[in-house]
């Protein structure tokens, strides 16, 4: 139960948590996208991975597009506020760079999933998805009937990645972390994996007590990393605000394949970490 050497750095706890094939989750709703841990996931060539999350967003469509996934279990997948994810788009109709299998679901559906994988439950139960088109394009959707009523319900497996990574404000130096603002399923995804890493703004020795924050207690924790601005471009609540322009910007990166891959080159592969990251596009967090 003890929190002792948890403290790592961010190349350490991917060596250490994340090997091709694996399932592994980034989470954070709007805000405390761990964008940092997905680069580094780049940068040490992680492949043939099934990746989870609500809302792809930027993140996945960087790893997607850098030929890591095989797989993609998601809810909503574009550009938030601009538009498509164009190398998300590009796997899928096109196979570019590698064929990308999907497994598609609503925002509950994934929530429903990661809370029965949480719960070490084999499926998650939500009334939804009857009579709607999804359960046409998605196997995986399946239905019980509920043995009080007789009532028909949707199923959804249940998500247990191998790892999930998360980002927070801060946490202590024995593991405790501590998540403020929109959470989404960010706990539950945590507590779903095999394995929880998670980068954070500030390590502090001691957390105050939470009034109406989420704790992630140290046994649940498999790493912390500190990494300042690590969910930049997305927002930190409290820290710092969503660089909107970046997002904007990055729709003519990501249409064509090799201004896609020069940028990616440039700024996420050439960079040593996630600092020189922020550096490289003159960015503070």
């Known amino acids: 139960m003890s929190g002792v050497g948890k ?141 009080y009523t007789g009532e028909r319900i949707a199923t959804v497996p249940a998500l247990n990645p191998d790892v999930t990574f998360l980002h927070a404000q801060r946490a202590d130096r024995r593991g405790n972390v501590e998540i403020v603002g929109i959470l989404g399923a960010q706990r539950e995804a945590g507590l779903a994996a095999k394995a929880l890493v998670v980068t954070v703004e500030e390590l502090v020795d001691e957390l105050p007590p939470a009034m109406n924050g989420i704790v992630l207690p140290h046994w649940v924790v498999s790493a912390v990393a500190l990494c300042p601005g690590g969910a930049y471009p997305s927002y930190v609540q409290g820290r710092y605000g969503r660089d909107n322009a970046f997002y904007q910007r990055w729709d003519a990166v990501s249409r064509d394949r090799g201004t896609f891959r020069s940028w990616m080159e440039r700024h996420v592969l050439g960079a040593p970490d996630h600092a020189s990251f922020l550096a490289s596009l003159g960015a503070s967090a």
């Not at 997607?64 to 506020?81: D, H, K, Q, V, Y």
């Open 7 to 147: 403290v790592v750095s961010l190349g350490e706890a991917v060596a250490r948590h994340v090997a091709d094939g694996m399932t592994v989750a980034l989470e954070g709703f709007t805000h405390l996208i761990p964008f940092a841990a997905a680069h580094e996931i780049l940068r040490q060539r992680r492949r043939e991975l099934h990746l989870v999350r609500m809302t792809p967003d930027l993140v996945y469509d960087q790893m997607i597009g850098m030929g890591c996934a095989r797989r993609l279990t998601f809810s909503w997948g574009g550009n938030p506020g601009v538009g498509s994810a164009h190398r998300l788009r590009d796997a899928i109709e096109h196979g570019w760079p590698l064929p990308l299998e999907i497994d598609e679901h609503t925002h509950a559906g994934v929530a429903a999933a990661y809370c029965a994988g949480a719960a070490r439950l084999p499926f998650g139960l939500l009334r939804g998805y009857l009579g709607t088109d999804l359960v046409q394009v998605n196997p995986r959707i399946r239905s019980v009937e509920c043995p």
